[in-house]
């Protein structure tokens, strides 16, 4: 009987992990896709130079997202993606300011590969005037009353979330079906962080003063896979 409910946890396990794995795969294209046109886009302006930028920073930022896939990276690593990305995009729009506010207790921490990069990529695609949008990230921990240890991530931008989307985002349920038209990239996270947390994450968004605000909290260990 115990050999039996360990396969049948394995077998779940194993199709978490393959779900999970599906999931990172699934947001990637549609990046690539906008990184190929964006070269187009400089080789008709023949802006060679920023060609010769562009190609070094996405081949470090391919780099990142090439690599056998992950159930985990560190934030560390996630955030060096971060920062590749930014380097990317600055090459069409010089006046991005992406700034860091990190606690290094956090940056051991394992998490989710392609989340905090999610919400960067949005702000800038939503972004109405990129050349003067501002990305704030401040990453530190929590210690609850339990002495549990939990990554503590807040990613900021200049910009403002409607008041109809602000509440289907703070409303959306994980468990519901990620697959739609709008908002693809959040809800993929949000679903990919209740497969392995459970109940034991957090993702909300407010606006406050002149920023929009995405806030993510995820515990140090768990039991996923």
Not at 3 to 27: C, F, T
Not at 35 to 48: F, G, P, R, V
Request: hydrophobic share 35%; aromatic share 10%.
């Amino acid at each position: 009987l115990e050999n039996e409910k360990s396969e049948r946890h394995r077998q779940q396990m194993d199709a978490v992990q393959a779900k999970l794995q599906y999931l990172q795969l699934q947001i990637r294209p549609h990046f690539y896709l906008n990184c190929l046109k964006n070269i187009n886009s400089l080789a008709q302006m023949h802006e060679d130079e920023k060609i010769q930028t562009l190609v070094i920073s996405l081949s470090d930022y391919f780099r990142y997202n090439f690599q056998d896939v992950k159930n985990f990276v560190t934030v560390r690593e996630e955030l060096e993606a971060v920062q590749s990305y930014v380097d990317l995009c600055r090459c069409l729009y010089n006046e991005i300011e992406l700034e860091f506010d990190i606690d290094s207790e956090v940056l051991g921490i394992k998490c989710l590969p392609l989340t905090i990069l999610t919400f960067v990529e949005n702000a800038i695609k939503h972004g109405k005037d990129l050349s003067q949008l501002v990305i704030k990230i401040y990453a530190g921990i929590t210690i609850n009353e339990d002495g549990e240890v939990y990554a503590n991530i807040r990613i900021a931008n200049t910009g403002h979330f409607d008041d109809e989307a602000l509440t289907q985002l703070n409303d959306e349920s994980p468990e519901t079906v990620i697959y739609k038209k709008e908002r693809v990239g959040i809800s993929n996270v949000r679903y990919r962080m209740w497969l392995i947390y459970g109940e034991h994450f957090k993702l909300t968004f407010k606006n406050k003063d002149n920023d929009a605000i995405v806030h993510l909290q995820f515990p140090e260990h768990f039991a996923g896979c």
